[in-house]
C-alpha cells in the first residue's frame, strides 16, 4: 500500500464540494488523515470568490493511471467542465501531490507535484498533516520547506469547517507526530 497525498480546492459551492469529495474519498479509500481547511485568495487570476483548500493523506494500492482517473471522474462528477481554463473558478479541483516517493512522470502524472514547493495552498496543510516526511525529490521535511516558504503574497487562514459531524483536522491512523 502507498501512502496517497492530494490537495483539493473550491471556489464554487466551496462547503458542499468539499464535503462531497471527502465523502466519495473516505468511502473508496477508508481511513483519511485530513488537513484543516484554509481559505485563500485565487492564484494566477482576479476572478472569483476565495478558495477552500486542504491535503488528504490515505494508504491506495491503486495504480496512478486509476487514481488520476478517478480523481478526475469527480472533478466532472461534481460539476467541473474539462473546457474550463486553467486559471479559472472551479467546483471541485484535485490534484495528486505524492505516491509515496515515486518522481517522475507515472502514467502521465508528474511526481511529486511541483506545487507542493510553490504554492502556500498546498504546502502549508501538508507541511501540518505530514511534517516528518520529507519532499521525494529535494529530502526535505515538510515542515522545514514550510518554515522556509518566503512568498507573502500567498495568503491564507484557516477555516472551521465541519465534516461528517467532526470539526476538521481529522487524523487517522496515517497522521504523524
Known sequence: MALVTLSLGSNIEREHHIRACLDALADNFGELAISRVFESRPVGFEDGRNFYNLVVAFSSDWPV???QAWCKDLERRNGRRNDSPKFSPRTLDIDILTVDSLCGEHD???LPRGEVLHHAFVLQPLAELLPNLRHPVVGRRYDELWADFSDSDQLL???EFLWRGHSLPVSGPLSRP
Open 108 to 110: 502521465g502524472v508528474m
Open 65 to 67: 493511471a486509476r487514481l
Open 157 to 159: 487562514w484557516p477555516i
